[in-house]
Antibody
């Protein structure tokens, strides 16, 4: 059974960079696309971007200038960096497998932006 | 980007009733690449339907999807107590992938 687990800080200061990692277990990261999605408290879902195991990426234009997604196949992990964080970036961040429909999801990690 | 509008915002029904949720796209969804998810408080979304009408693995057959082009529907044939949740549609035929704002299905 494929499982995903997000890790990283729960609190980030304004203007700083968020770094999150998603660890994949129960299956290989190879041959799949991997995505990041976020959900502000009490609101809907926003697709952030995706990466193929080869390193090819695609980002939401609304975040493209601030986001970078990378993959480490040796560790079965992929990561999200989002810079210039503001209060509007406060959200639960999810990682998931796929580039279209998303069957496997992590449990999510709440990231709060506050000084 | 494609904007998805879900209706109604909130749907109040009783267990045993039939639920019909709508998702309308601002332009035609390529290849009917439309998915539906269920989300309960504190949990990640759960995939129900992909490709507009294909049931995901392990999903009860009371959940069905239909539609094409710009108009899509999720139907729950007979509501069980565990079906009361928020439902999202997602299109993945055009980048960026986008989600609807959600329909809250609550117990009447």
């Amino acid at each position: 059974q494929v499982q995903l687990q997000e890790s990283g800080p729960g609190l980030v200061k304004p203007s700083e960079t968020l770094s999150l990692t998603c660890t994949v277990s129960g299956g290989s990261i190879n041959n799949y696309y991997w995505s990041w999605i976020r959900q502000p408290p009490g609101r809907g879902l926003e697709w952030i971007g995706q990466i193929f195991y080869t390193g090819s990426t695609n980002y939401n234009p609304s975040l493209k200038s601030r986001v970078a997604i990378s993959v480490d196949t040796s560790k079965n992990q992929f990561s999200l960096n989002l810079n210039s964080m503001t209060a509007a970036d406060t959200a639960v961040y999810y990682c998931a497998r796929g580039n279209g429909w998303l069957y496997y999801w992590g449990q999510g990690i709440l990231v709060t932006v506050s000084s | 980007e494609i904007v998805l509008t879900q209706s109604p915002g909130t749907l109040s029904l009783s267990p045993g009733e039939r639920a019909t949720l709508s998702c309308r796209a601002s332009q035609s969804v390529t290849s009917n690449y439309l998915a539906w998810y269920q989300q309960k408080p504190g949990q990640a979304p759960r995939l129900l339907i992909y490709g507009a009408s294909r049931g995901a693995t392990g999903i009860p057959d009371r959940f069905s999807g239909s539609g094409s082009g710009t108009d899509f529907t999720l139907t729950i044939s007979r509501l069980e107590p565990e079906d009361f949740a928020v439902y999202y549609c997602q299109q993945y035929g055009n980048s960026p992938n986008t989600f609807g704002q959600g329909t809250r299905l609550e117990i009447k």
